[in-house]
């Protein structure tokens, strides 16, 4: 669980990072080897040597050069002002269920953010395999944010999916979440 929470706190950090980088430069890296490549017409995004794939709207990008690290195993993207991101994170092997790892990760933001909203965490499947989604409303700054996170098992590894977006509108935020989630495929 120290590894989920660490790999959440970097994702966090990524998303950060994205944030504070308001210039204009196109000179975007991309991520690591053959393991994340983006299609500029729709957006697709395909990792993990293609088991996994969802789409993205047309503002975000890969961001991934740009949280200084090299580690082939955390992608991030997100739109020009990095309110919006998808952070994709494979993290080590792990034997407790997804339920329980969410509900752990539950407990953290709450002890981060009082005045966390839990929305849902509930179950789901895509493609055959169980996952588990928890969305929730967190605020920083002032600001509420909508963040899902799917948490899954490839090939015996955590797999986090972490999407953040502006919560000025709720339920537009909502809506745009379940959209990128409604996309995933998972192969095994």
Request: aromatic share 2%; net charge negative.
């Amino acid at each position: 669980m120290r590894n989920l929470i660490k790999y959440v706190g970097i994702g966090l950090l990524a998303l950060g990072l994205a944030a504070c980088d308001n210039s204009d430069n196109d000179g975007r890296a991309p991520a690591q080897g053959s393991e994340a490549q983006s299609s500029d017409a729709g957006n697709t995004i395909t990792l993990l040597d293609g088991k996994l794939n969802f789409s993205l709207p047309a503002d975000m990008t890969d961001q991934s050069g740009k949280v200084g690290t090299q580690a082939n195993n955390m992608h991030v993207y997100s739109d020009s002002t990095g309110q919006k991101a998808v952070i994709v994170i494979l993290g080590d092997t792990t034997s407790e269920t997804l339920d329980v790892l969410a509900k752990r990760l539950e407990d953290q933001q709450r002890s981060r953010d009082p005045q966390l909203q839990v929305v849902t965490n509930k179950a789901i499947q895509v493609d055959g395999q169980k996952l588990q989604q928890l969305d929730s409303i967190i605020s920083a700054r002032g600001q509420s944010a909508w963040s899902s996170v799917i948490l899954g098992k490839v090939d015996g590894k955590l797999l986090t999916m972490q999407i953040t977006l502006p919560a000025d509108d709720q339920q537009k935020a909502q809506t745009e979440a379940e959209s990128i989630v409604n996309t995933l495929t998972l192969k095994p």
